[in-house]
């Protein structure tokens, strides 16, 4: 089956420890992204890749790294800086310069801080 | 940047009833729309989109509605069931550039038997 895994499904961190969040895709798509969603709002994006070993930062970047060193992964760590991590996060791919960007998400992680 | 507005933010009708879900942008040169449902615990999936060259699109019991010239577009789903019951989400980008997405604040439909 073709698709975007997101792993895990749950994650529970302590205060001041940094976490990384897996995303895998095997679409063959060139860019891939990150989004945090909170109760209530809209998905804002944190990152995103258009190539392999390339990437930008979104709108809330802060207290948050990734890495692209492979075109079917794109990890993301919270890092111990960023002050509200607990948050549903989604991983999305799709085909560079494809047809209307369309993008496939996958089933996202739910992070809590305890 | 585009800023997406969407409204309302949670929606009740009886089941069979028609829901309509609306969206502004501001960015005009924004000219893919798409729409996407998601359910508790999971990711969004895309359930319908519409271009700018396009007035209107329609999917069995759901269809999308776009003026150009006010800049907003709208969801309409018919008959309604409960599975529709869900978050939907709007959104916006101008394609062919490395433009993002720019979502809505997402409204939750809850439709009742």
């Known amino acids: 089956d073709g698709g975007i895994t997101q792993s895990p499904k749950y994650l529970f961190r302590k205060e001041g420890q940094n976490v990384t969040l897996s995303c895998e895709q095997n679409l063959n798509h060139d860019a891939m992204y990150w989004y945090r969603q909170d109760p209530g709002q809209g998905l804002r994006l944190i990152y995103y890749s258009q190539i392999v070993n390339d990437f930008q930062k979104g709108d809330i970047a802060e207290g948050y790294s990734v890495s692209r060193e492979k075109k079917e992964s794109f990890p993301l760590t919270v890092t111990s800086a960023q002050k509200n991590p607990t948050a549903f996060y989604l991983c999305?791919?799709?085909?560079?310069?494809?047809?209307?960007?369309?993008?496939?998400f996958g089933p996202g992680t739910r992070l809590t801080v305890l | 940047g585009e800023n997406v507005e969407q409204h309302p933010s949670t929606l009740s009708v009886q089941e069979g009833d028609s829901a309509v879900i609306k969206c502004t942008y501001s960015?005009?040169?924004?000219?893919?729309f798409p729409w996407y449902k998601q359910e508790l615990g999971k990711g969004p999936q895309l359930i319908i989109d519409i271009r700018s060259n396009v007035g209107e699109k329609k999917d069995q019991r759901i269809a999308v509605t776009l003026n150009k010239t006010a800049k907003h577009f709208s969801l309409h789903i018919t008959e309604t069931q409960p599975e529709d019951s869900a978050v939907y989400f709007c959104?916006?980008?101008?394609?062919?550039?490395?433009?993002?997405?720019?979502f809505g604040t997402g409204t939750r439909l809850q439709v009742t038997l």
């Open positions: 960015d005009s040169a924004s000219n893919y």
């Open positions: 999305a791919s799709s085909i560079q310069g494809g047809r209307h960007n369309e993008q496939f």
């Open positions: 959104a916006a980008i101008r394609t062919g550039t490395a433009s993002k997405l720019t």
